[in-house]
Antibody
Framework: QITLTESGPTLVKPTETLTLTCTFS??????????VGWIRQPPGKAPEWLAF???????RYSPSLKSRLSIFKDISKSQVVLTMTNMDPVDTATYYC????????????WGQGILVTVSS | QSALTQPASVSGSPGQSITISCTGT?????????VSWYQQHPGKAPKLLIY???KRPSGISNRFSGSKSDDTASLTISGLQADDEGDYYC??????????FGGGTKLTVL
């Protein structure tokens, strides 16, 4: 059974850099077509796609947040890491890690999410 | 990238059918058959219901179906059940090599 687990700080201060780790199991990020990425959802609002990394190390970022985001993978640890610089209170949200299977265009498996609050 | 447009709320009685619309632009829905739908219950992660406009992942009931015409994609739920109550989001691939979500629709089962 595919699982994804988000970890990282639940409270960050404005201007700090957020680093989130997604640890996954029961699939390989070396399989052609597979991707893992991040989607966030502010309280009471719609999800927002942030970034994805694919089996071939191709990376895609939200155009509006591209300058602040970086995503990379560690195959040996089955992990994908997202960093977001210059955090602001409007970045307060639940951050989800998600898996795109090789045969489905959209993220089909999601982690339980981690609520990150930005406050001084 | 602007969010896709969804109605804020829809409602229906058990056994009925409802349809949720999702309107986009030439940057997304019009030019790509990569529309997906997600269901979200309170406090839970979104669950994939439909991908590539009409396809259902394994394990998703055939009560859920998708379609698209021009700039609008639609999700239809037939035989409405109490457990269908929740929030529904559409999403589409875009010309920016990214994905955009709709604002969400709250479904109430009366």
């Amino acid at each position: 059974q595919i699982t994804l687990t988000e970890s990282g700080p639940t409270l960050v201060k404005p201007t700090e850099t957020l680093t989130l780790t997604c640890t996954f199991s029961d699939f390989s990020l070396t399989t052609s077509g597979v991707g893992v990425g991040w989607i966030r959802q502010p309280p009471g609002k719609a999800p927002e796609w942030l970034a994805f990394i694919y089996w071939d190390d191709d990376k895609r970022y939200s155009p509006s947040l591209k300058s602040r985001l970086s995503i990379f993978k560690d195959i040996s640890k089955s992990q994908v890491v997202l960093t977001m610089t210059n955090m602001d209170p409007v970045d307060t949200a639940t951050y989800y890690c998600a898996h795109k299977p090789w045969n489905i265009i959209s993220p089909a498996h999601w982690g339980q999410g981690i609520l990150v609050t930005v406050s001084s | 990238q602007s969010a896709l447009t969804q109605p804020a709320s829809v409602s229906g009685s058990p056994g009925q059918s409802i349809t949720i619309s999702c309107t986009g632009t030439t940057s997304d829905i019009i030019n790509y058959n990569y529309v997906s739908w997600y269901q979200q219950h309170p406090g839970k992660a979104p669950k994939l219901l439909i991908y590539e406009v009409t396809k259902r992942p394994s394990g998703i009931s055939n009560r859920f179906s998708g379609s698209k015409s021009d700039d609008t994609a639609s999700l239809t739920i037939s035989g409405l059940q109490a457990d269908d109550e929740g929030d529904y989001y559409c999403t589409s691939y875009t010309t920016n090599d990214a994905w955009v979500f709709g604002g969400g629709t709250k479904l109430t089962v009366l």
